[in-house]
Structure formats: structure tokens, C-alpha cells
């Protein structure tokens, strides 16, 4: 790829800031990858429960949690 006439130089760096919080100054860098997991079961449990007009807005999504939500879409005659 061309650089542009008059493009500054780009000097790339890393830079370490332990966290404070734990006992070596590690941190959880890779714990996003992670995090979407879980959302996306829930989306699809959702979707799936669609038709009973259950929405999923907390987790961690127990069975237990799943039947009261179902029990209470049909009390309400869905």
C-alpha cells in the first residue's frame, strides 16, 4: 500500500499499566471474547420464546428462571 506524499511516520508502542486491584497487576484482557456468549444464547432463547412474548433481560438464564418466565407468558393466555 502507497503512503501519502507528506504522511508523518507512525511509530507504534506498549505501554504496560498493571492494575492496581490485583495481587501481580494483571488484568482480564481476554475476557471480551467471552462476554458474548452468553448474550447470544439469551437472543436466542428469546427468539425461540418469541411467540409467548418472553423477553430475556437478565442472566445467567436458569431453568428455574426460564419456566417462571414461560409460566407467567401463559397466565397471560400466550
Known sequence: MRARRGASA???R?????????EYGVK???????MIAPAALA?????ALAPLGVTIDELPMTPERLATLVGHARARGR
Open 43 to 47: 437472543s436466542a432463547v428469546e427468539d
Open 28 to 34: 482480564g484482557g481476554g475476557e471480551g471474547g467471552r
Open 14 to 22: 506498549h505501554v504496560e499499566t498493571p492494575s492496581p486491584f490485583t
Open 10 to 12: 507512525l511509530a507504534a
